[in-house]
Each structure stands twice: as structure tokens, then as C-alpha cells.
């Protein structure tokens, strides 16, 4: 999949544990785990405004774009490193 999503990453900078940042956001702990772990098909803008609010983060913090392998010179030439 092509978006990587950092969640994790954000949830170790704060010190939040999974349990935690379920309840500030409101979800279910194992909806955390799906996220977290890139298997969510959809994200909801109030949840997405939920996590970027309890996190203090840009939605760019949480959601990366990366090029499939196969998607040849066209994709990796849209692609910016920061």
C-alpha cells in the first residue's frame, strides 16, 4: 500500500499507550490496533481531527505517500523528499 501511516511513531513521541489514546479519541482500542497497523480501509475526518488534536500534529505527521515498486519513472518524479 501506498500510504504509510505513522501512528505509532507519534503515539511513542507523546509517551501515549494504545489504551489511552483510544479513550482521548473515542475509538475502540482495537480500531487503534488498525489503524496503527495500516490495515484501515477509511479514516473519518472527525476521527482524523481527533487524533491530529489529542497528538498536536499535522495530518502529514500521521499519513505518508510512498511509490508503488512498479510505478516506474512518472511516480518517483512526483515524489519530494523534505
Do not use: H, Y
Request: glycine residues 6%.
Amino acid at each position: 500500500m501506498p500510504i504509510v501511516i505513522n501512528l505509532d511513531v507519534e503515539l511513542a513521541k507523546k509517551k501515549m499507550s494504545v489504551a489511552d489514546f483510544a479513550a482521548a479519541i473515542d475509538i475502540t482500542p482495537a480500531n487503534v490496533s488498525v489503524l496503527k497497523n495500516g490495515r484501515a480501509k477509511a479514516v473519518r475526518f472527525s476521527t482524523l481531527d481527533a487524533i491530529c488534536r489529542v497528538l498536536d500534529c499535522q495530518p502529514g505527521d500521521i499519513f505518508m505517500w510512498v511509490p508503488d515498486d512498479g510505478g516506474g519513472a512518472d511516480a518517483a518524479e512526483t515524489v519530494t523528499e523534505p
